[in-house]
């Protein structure tokens, strides 16, 4: 696996989702545009680099949560060089990314699409518009927040809401048009025998639009390990709200086995 020159600014795509400011980095090897690694900053990156085996994956920081995805990876993130909030690594000297020197952000964009799909059309996109994983400090966990409170509002104005099959309290918009139910729902809330958030808090749909505006675009957000959220967006037509728990469950797997459990950093 070959070195590959830096992207400016944002980011390090891995697989390619978006390219920098000057388009896609080149291959040192080939000469030719290569989609697996870019990397913001004056970073060169190849799991090959590492001293310690990596084994094919690049290691992220998000404050002091370090996770490792396939180096093949849609995956963005932003570098960044100079935090109070940095620990100290095991081994500065090793290029950014090896295990003993993850490459320290304060945000991670991937994809996910659902894979458990029951036999649903083929034609549904069955992902949202975009995940984060940020690492928010103090403020972790306002979106969460702001969609419970949400949600609450919703539920004391209109007292329209109700249980879907899937067991969702959904609460309505109050409309006397005659558009289709999930697009009037104002927000929607697991049960917890149900569903619930990794630190075990009730898990929240945020819906927005109103009046003339189907209410078809949604957030959900939460506190994922400590300080860490994850947050994506989604519209109803491309990810149905009948599978949002499930498709929830699959990301959160994915994400928390990416972890790296009990990483040793050299000021623990």
Request: net charge negative; glycine share 8%.
């Amino acid at each position: 696996m070959g070195r590959y020159k830096k992207c400016i600014d944002w980011s390090i795509a891995l697989f390619f989702i978006a390219g920098c400011q000057h388009g896609y980095a080149d291959s040192e090897e080939s000469g030719e545009t290569n989609r697996n690694a870019s990397f913001a900053g004056n970073i060169e990156y190849s799991p090959d680099l590492c001293k310690k085996n990596a084994e094919g994956n690049v290691y992220v920081a998000l404050g002091k949560t370090v996770f490792r995805f396939p180096y093949e990876t849609n995956l963005q993130f932003r570098a960044v060089k100079d935090s109070e909030d940095l620990p100290h690594r095991p081994d500065p000297t090793e290029p950014e990314g090896c295990p003993d020197n993850p490459v320290a952000t304060k945000g991670i964009k991937l994809n996910y699409r659902l894979k458990d799909t029951g036999g649903m059309s083929a034609d549904l996109k069955l992902m949202p518009e975009s995940i984060s994983l940020t690492y928010s400090g103090n403020s972790s966990g306002m979106l969460q927040d702001r969609s419970e409170n949400q949600f609450y509002q919703a539920k004391g104005s209109y007292n329209n809401c109700e249980y879907t099959e899937e067991g969702l309290e959904a609460c309505y918009w109050k409309s006397a048009d005659e558009r289709p139910k999930h697009l009037l729902a104002v927000g929607y809330k697991a049960p917890e025998n149900i569903y619930k958030t990794p630190l075990g808090r009730p898990f929240f749909v945020d819906c927005w639009g109103g009046g003339a505006i189907p209410l078809n675009q949604c957030t959900v957000s939460y506190v994922l390990n400590g300080r860490v959220d994850i947050t994506y967006k989604f519209y109803k037509e491309y990810l149905p709200i009948d599978v949002i728990v499930k498709y929830d469950a699959e990301l959160r797997d994915t994400v928390e086995k990416a972890m790296v459990v009990d990483y040793k950093w050299s000021d623990n």
